[in-house]
């Protein structure tokens, strides 16, 4: 069966500081992967997602940036945190069915 | 940008009732899927339904998609305190040129004991 992980669970980081989430998937091969970002009480905002190795499409601009080091990898990064990224970041992936599959979440607060 | 857009943003119903959540969309879609989230927590898939169908029932969940006016409808039968929840719809434009599926805003849904 499909597992998806995220770590931290959580995160405290200063403003200005560096970010890297990292979400990896078992289970499956050549997965469509999506980072999306949830603030306090709202909708999901899609921030990047890939359908490859090495293939990054962005949805928003903004300081953070996403890679696709392997096939079931995807990471999020920022090289220096502002006070709008704090929220719930969520990686999820895709099947040939259409569904997405969602990671349990990192909750980050920029302080 | 934002695709679906569910109303009403809130609903409070008594355990027993049906609750019905809408789902209006911009685009053309492949597909139109319903989630669930609990709080502080990651998404669940509903249900999915595609753009050639117009009904699809699954458990005490029942969606129906309207693809002239561009708008969905997720009703949940005989609700229960577990259903307490925030909904979301999502849109799947994947083929046409790009591969990503956009979520609205969200329904909170409240089940009053």
């Known amino acids: 069966s499909q597992t998806i992980h995220q770590w931290p669970a959580t995160l405290v980081q200063p403003v200005g500081s560096p970010l890297s989430l990292e979400c990896t998937v078992e289970?499956?091969?050549?997965?469509?992967l999506y980072w999306y970002r949830q603030a306090a009480g709202r909708g999901l905002q899609l921030l990047f997602y890939?359908?490859?190795?090495?293939?990054i499409s962005s949805e928003v601009p903004q300081n953070l940036s996403a890679s696709r080091p392997q096939d079931r990898q995807f990471i999020l990064s920022s090289k220096k945190l502002l006070l709008s990224d704090s929220g719930f970041y969520l990686c999820?992936?895709?099947?040939?069915?259409?569904?997405?599959?969602f990671g349990p979440g990192t909750r980050l607060t920029v302080t | 940008s934002q695709q679906g857009e569910e109303d009403p943003q809130a609903l409070s119903i008594q355990e027993g009732e049906n609750a019905t959540m809408n789902c209006s969309y911009k685009?053309?879609?492949?597909?139109l899927q319903w989630y669930r989230q609990n709080s502080g927590r990651g998404l669940v898939h509903l249900i999915l339904?595609?753009?050639?169908?117009r009904e699809k029932h699954s458990g005490r969940l029942r969606v129906t998609l309207d693809t002239s006016k561009k708008s969905s409808s997720l009703l949940i039968t005989a609700s229960r305190a577990a259903d307490t929840a925030s909904y979301f719809c999502?849109?799947?434009?994947?083929?046409?040129?790009?591969?990503?599926?956009?979520f609205g805003k969200g329904t909170r849904l409240h089940i009053l004991p």
């Open positions: 890939s359908v490859g190795i090495g293939q």
């Open positions: 289970g499956t091969s050549n997965p469509n």
């Open positions: 999502a849109t799947d434009t994947s083929g046409n040129r790009d591969d990503k599926i956009i």
């Open positions: 999820a992936w895709r099947d040939m069915t259409y569904e997405q599959y």
């Open positions: 339904i595609r753009s050639n169908e």
């Open positions: 685009t053309s879609i492949n597909n």
